[in-house]
């Protein structure tokens, strides 16, 4: 399947160390700006459910306040407990900045 | 290598061996026929949703015979021998061990004269599948304790739409653990939320009414269809005892989670932890506290020294709200309040001379995890500082590398 890319935001509006949650064809995509990368999450705690972006990120990893679950910010997998893991969606940054989400639909 | 209780901390363990990359047997004994689960749903999510809608187990099934952990499903450990090394099951067989786990966990106290039919303690799936049931059958449901177990069954019943008592001997909701005006704001949202809370009752027994009960109380009567029960636990702990293990209220256990006895740790509920910052015995009740102290044990188990040192923490969901608490408050009304009660929004810090001592939070996680950081780390707070809520918690701390690049 070739991949369906959905215009966000601005890398500009995402600096490094933030987060956000955007909606990408109903879905509730959370992106965040790991040292440069952006990365694209479903804005969805595996665990129950609780609002990513809600969470905090201290640059390196991503908790989910509700029941402090923790993530690593780069790859989405789960540090506490460490057999989780946040859905992943395709992600890139075009040159002008613009952020590209795949959620694969 | 072998582990006596399928909870969540003795489930912990067994991974944590095999992760840090011992091959040799391992043997999970599991007194209920259940592959380990977590508890805390049961009290929460379980009841709101049903069995089906609530997969409580820590590992998928198969994930135990793909690592090669054997589990003892249905077996209590009856017996323990030290100088052997051995452990007798409840099924006859015996098994020895080079290093053993105890994580036995707590069972419900029991009240005498309180039990029978529509009176339910809750500790197990299978005391929450019966508590499902009975609340769904039930118009009235009266709740006797008002501990954590007591408000989250409380709170999923009125959820479930059920009129609900709530009985509680001291003058508010979660006194002991939460501190008077943090214990006022949760009653608050029970009885805003429709519940009956009741403080300062004594109850002296039940009495059957039809299929249903009246429970006595001080005051008078309750009549309920169904009573559940929550006034603290016991810890399983008859094991080590009997083995001639030092037990007391729990069995003790050093900062490395280590018995007297060589080899033979224990963890979780029933594990008196010594921790030297806070000079005396510490038993945790506590999912993540279990886990932790698990992983740790195994590791030790291992070869390892590794000492406690995970900052403690735990939450509570009743309704909306989120409970959350970072550290051990030993004093939960010699509290610094940060936010507004007004809007259920509060954060309760002890201090230690001018260190954060815990916190406890009512809908604050973001204190709660602020200060685990800072519990972590060199840090000098004032009560003023804490009050003032434009004063960023993480500020309390110096940030490390600017200031070792600043000379």
């Not at chain 2, 690592?67 to 409840?90: C, M, P, W, Y």
């Not at chain 2, 799936?125 to 954590?148: K, Q, S, Y």
Request: hydrophobic share 40%.
């Amino acid at each position: 399947m070739t991949a369906q890319w959905h215009e966000t935001v601005n890398v500009d509006e995402l600096w490094e160390g933030d987060m956000t949650a955007v909606t990408v064809d109903g879905e509730n995509v959370l992106l965040i700006n790991v040292d440069g990368q952006v990365r694209a999450y479903t804005n969805s705690c595996p665990h129950q459910a609780g609002p990513l972006d809600e969470g905090d990120f201290d640059g390196e990893k991503l908790t989910c306040l509700r029941h402090m679950w923790e993530f690593d910010a780069d790859t989405g997998c789960g540090i506490n407990p460490d057999n989780a893991q946040l859905k992943t969606f395709g992600c890139k940054v075009a040159d002008d900045g613009t952020i590209y989400v795949d959620i694969g639909r | 290598m072998v582990v006596v209780g399928g909870g969540v901390g003795g489930a912990a363990a067994v991974g944590e061996l095999r992760r840090a990359g011992f091959d040799g047997g391992i043997t999970l004994i599991c007194a209920e026929n259940a592959v380990p689960y977590q508890r805390p749903p049961l009290s929460k999510d379980f009841l709101l949703n049903g069995a089906a809608a609530t997969n409580c187990d820590v590992q998928p099934p198969d994930w135990y015979s793909q690592q090669e952990i054997e589990l003892l499903l249905g077996v209590r450990a009856a017996q323990l021998d030290l100088a052997a090394k051995t452990v007798t099951l409840s099924d006859g067989g015996t098994i020895s061990y080079d290093s053993l786990l105890l994580a036995t966990g707590v069972r419900p106290r029991t009240l005498p004269g309180i039990d029978g039919e529509g009176v339910c303690y809750l500790r197990t799936m299978g005391d929450a599948a019966e508590l499902l049931d009975r609340i769904h059958a039930a118009e009235h449901v009266a709740v006797l304790g008002g501990g954590f177990i007591g408000c989250e069954v409380a709170a999923a019943a009125v959820r479930l739409g059920k009129r609900v008592t709530i009985l509680e001997a001291l003058p508010t909701l979660l006194q002991r653990a939460l501190g008077t005006t943090m214990g006022e704001l949760i009653a608050g949202i029970h009885r805003g939320e429709g519940a009956d809370v009741r403080t300062g009752q004594f109850v002296s027994g039940i009495r059957r009414r039809g299929r249903g009960l009246s429970v006595i109380t001080g005051d008078g009567t309750v009549d309920c269809d169904v009573l559940v029960v929550g006034v603290g636990t016991l810890p399983n702990q008859e094991l080590a005892d009997r083995a001639g293990l030092p037990v007391g209220n729990g069995i003790d256990v050093d900062e490395y989670c280590a018995t007297q006895a060589p080899g033979v740790y224990a963890i979780g509920d029933v594990a008196a932890q010594h921790l030297p910052s806070y000079g005396r015995l510490v038993r945790v009740e506590h999912y993540d506290t279990a886990i932790r102290q698990g992983r740790t044990a195994a590791r030790n188990m291992l070869g390892a020294r590794e000492a406690f040192t995970d900052i403690h923490w735990f939450w509570s969901d009743q309704y909306e709200h989120s409970i959350q608490s970072a550290g051990i408050t030993d004093n939960p009304d010699d509290v610094v309040m940060r936010g507004s009660a007004e809007q259920r929004s509060l954060s309760a810090f002890q201090l230690n001379g001018d260190r954060i001592r815990s916190v406890i939070s009512l809908n604050r996680p973001k204190d709660v995890l602020d200060v685990r950081r800072l519990l972590a780390r060199e840090h000098s707070v004032t009560a003023a500082q804490l009050r003032d809520e434009s004063a960023p918690l993480k500020r309390l701390a110096p940030p490390p590398q600017r200031a070792a690049t600043a000379n």
